[in-house]
């Protein structure tokens, strides 16, 4: 049984819109960006090449209007395939013509002889552990098809001066897996967000060992709302563990060098250059 799967990243879709509205994510476009690559290289792309399956294409979604000086940096990576969409300018990042593109863009990738396709999203300033790619193909299944791979189960970092990691539970992370059949009622992962994806496909939630790792630093929107009130269910916890960089390398393909990176205000664009 022919299986694809494709896993989908954003790098800055309708990232103006989202700094003029919420300014004390970052000072400027071009400092958010530089942040931004560098956890591409440290985060996303050393974690999706510490896979031990490799069985998958990685594409990039950046908004058109992406800056010449960053649209060279991001394409000089190689292991994910950048593709430019456009936005209706909303400042918000569930854009409809962003999704409409973005699903076009991967359907025109299926192959006429594949049978199932999986789609994983992946915020590119994250990790997913060793063994995530390999696991999300277990549940590669007929049995599971039009079900959602959630693993419930995952690492919290804060980096600052002062690093802290947590244990987290998370019933609706941004770390989701669609299993579809190949045909013409084939949905993106990204048609919901990912706290509403399982109204369109039924979960199928995986309390495992932790799976994935989300970065939270001076410029991630998502320290504006954590913890997410979806985080922490009845029942379930958070608890904060102490920072190991050499199994977080091992296992989730972090490269510790950000968090110094990250912490030299003024220095970021020269130290990756």
């Known amino acids: 049984m022919k299986i694809q799967h494709f896993i989908t990243s954003r790098f800055n879709i309708n990232t103006p819109e989202v700094l003029g509205r919420h300014p004390q994510i970052a000072p400027t476009y071009e400092e958010w960006a530089r942040q931004k690559l560098l956890l591409l290289e440290h985060c996303s792309s050393s974690s999706l090449q510490n896979q031990t399956c490799q069985d998958f294409e990685w594409i990039c979604f950046c908004d058109s209007r992406t800056p010449e000086e960053f649209r060279s940096k991001i394409e000089a990576f190689e292991d994910f395939e950048t593709v430019y969409v456009g936005t209706n300018k909303e400042a918000r990042p569930w854009d409809p013509v962003f999704i409409s593109q973005a699903t076009e863009v991967v359907k025109s990738k299926i192959q006429p002889d594949t049978e199932i396709v999986i789609e994983t999203r992946m915020d590119i300033d994250d990790c997913v552990r060793r063994t995530f790619v390999e696991r999300v193909r277990q549940y590669a299944t007929k ?49 919901k967000a990912h706290i509403r994806l399982d109204r369109v496909f039924p979960a199928l939630d995986i309390d495992a060992t932790p799976m994935w790792m989300q970065t939270v630093y001076e410029t991630n929107a998502t320290k504006l709302i954590w913890p997410h009130k979806h985080m922490l269910p009845r029942k379930k916890y958070r608890r904060k563990m102490a920072v190991n960089h050499e199994f977080l390398f091992r296992e989730f393909g972090f490269n510790p060098a950000i968090v110094d990176l990250l912490n030299k205000k003024g220095s970021a664009e020269e130290k990756r250059i």
Do not use: C, M
């Open 143 to 191: 049995e599971n098809l039009n079900r959602l791979v959630n693993f419930t189960y995952g690492l919290h970092y804060r980096i600052q001066k002062e690093s802290t990691l947590f244990l987290q539970y998370w019933s609706k992370a941004p770390f989701l897996s669609v299993i579809q059949a190949n045909d013409e009622k084939w949905k993106s992962v990204w048609t």
